[in-house]
């Protein structure tokens, strides 16, 4: 059983960085996609970046593409969000997941989930 655990949520005033981290256990680092989705309240769940199991490709969404930047550390089984120039709209929780087979950004793709940890973004 593939277990997911985030950290590193906090809140931050707007133009402010935070790093988030996801812990995963259960599995080995093998073949798997890992992905950040984030939901903010009263909003559907979106994704926000994915990256390959090698790590040699990453994606993004357009809101915070140039802005937010996905990594993995295989070595530790943990995936990373580190994000910059953050904005209220970025607000939110932030969630990471995990799947087997080809990275999307569509969380009905995802089968392993965390349980979140909050962003906040304040003015």
């Known amino acids: 059983q593939v277990q997911l655990v985030e950290s590193g949520g906090g809140q931050v005033q707007a133009g402010g960085s935070l790093r988030l981290s996801c812990a995963a256990s259960g599995y080995s680092a093998g073949p798997y996609c890992m992905a950040w989705f984030r939901q903010a309240l009263g909003k559907e769940r979106e994704g926000v970046a994915a990256i390959r199991p090698n790590g040699a490709s990453t994606y993004y969404s357009d809101s915070v593409k140039g802005r937010f930047t996905i990594s993995r550390d295989n070595t530790k089984n943990t995936l990373y969000l580190q994000m910059n120039s953050l904005q209220p709209e970025d607000t939110a929780m932030y969630y990471c997941?995990?799947?087997?087979?080809?990275?999307?950004?569509?969380?009905?793709?995802?089968?392993?989930w965390g349980q979140g940890t909050q962003v906040t973004v304040s003015s």
């Open positions: 997941a995990a799947r087997r087979g080809a990275c999307t950004l569509d969380p009905e793709d995802f089968d392993y």
